[in-house]
């Protein structure tokens, strides 16, 4: 499976702080994505980062990606209590599966 | 906000009855796609679409039935409906062409079986 799976599971930062998450996957890819999941809501597009690429910025966000080590990271600076949220990696455009997640909590 | 409605939101049915979900883009995409999602965890794919009448298999696919006669409308079906079946279940659809590559999630419906 390219599943990816998310790390650490849970991160609690202060406003202001940056917060950093992970995604590992087992197998290439073509591009990898991440979403991010407000309590009881589905899941919202942030950005996908293909697999030429080594790096993407959107706003406050900032993916890398290292398909040596089969990994990608997601960056928020400056984060907001408005950021709190579970966030998930796809790398299977086809099955679009994902793991469990970083449960990130921002606090005021 | 891309057009995908799941119906019904909620629902509480009993053990033993089947129960169908519907799910109902005007977006044209080809893929859809069905999760369940339980407390404290992921989301879980049990079955997908990739056009009409083309369906296959997720990691918790066992229990559930899935037909696409129009490229609008994916029914997701609990053939017999067990209390490990309590979830909130999403839709998501997507058009997955070169260009295109987000997928874009419906609201959930709540399913309680008792």
């Known amino acids: 499976s390219q599943q990816g799976e998310e790390d650490p599971q849970a991160l609690s930062i202060q406003e202001g702080e940056n917060a950093t998450m992970n995604c590992s996957y087992k197998?290439?890819?073509?591009?990898l994505q991440w979403y991010r999941q407000n309590s009881g809501r589905g899941l919202v597009h942030l950005i996908l980062i293909r697999s030429n690429e080594r790096e993407k910025h959107s706003g406050r966000l900032r993916v890398t990606l290292d398909t040596s080590k089969k990994s990608s990271s997601l960056l928020i600076t400056a984060s907001r209590a408005a950021d709190t949220a579970s966030y998930f990696c796809?790398?299977?455009?086809?099955?679009?599966?994902f793991g469990e997640g970083t449960q990130l909590t921002v606090n005021p | 906000d891309a057009g995908i409605t799941q119906s019904p939101r909620h629902k509480v049915t009993e053990t033993g009855t089947p129960v169908t979900l519907r799910c109902h883009q005007t977006?044209?995409?080809?893929?859809m796609y069905w999760y369940r999602q339980d407390p404290g965890h992921g989301l879980r794919l049990i079955h997908y679409?990739?056009?009409?009448?083309?369906?296959d298999k997720g990691e918790v696919s066992d229990g559930y039935s899935v037909s696409r006669s129009k490229t609008e409308d994916f029914l997701l079906t609990l053939e017999s409906a067990t209390s490990s079946q309590t979830s909130v279940y999403f839709c998501?659809?997507?058009?997955?062409?070169?260009?295109?590559?987000?997928?874009?999630f419906g609201q959930g419906t709540r399913l309680t079986v008792v």
């Open positions: 796809a790398t299977d455009p086809t099955r679009l599966t």
């Open positions: 197998t290439s890819i073509n591009n």
């Open positions: 998501a659809i997507s058009a997955r062409d070169s260009l295109n590559t987000e997928a874009f």
């Open positions: 679409s990739y056009g009409v009448k083309d369906t």
């Open positions: 977006e044209n995409h080809r893929y």
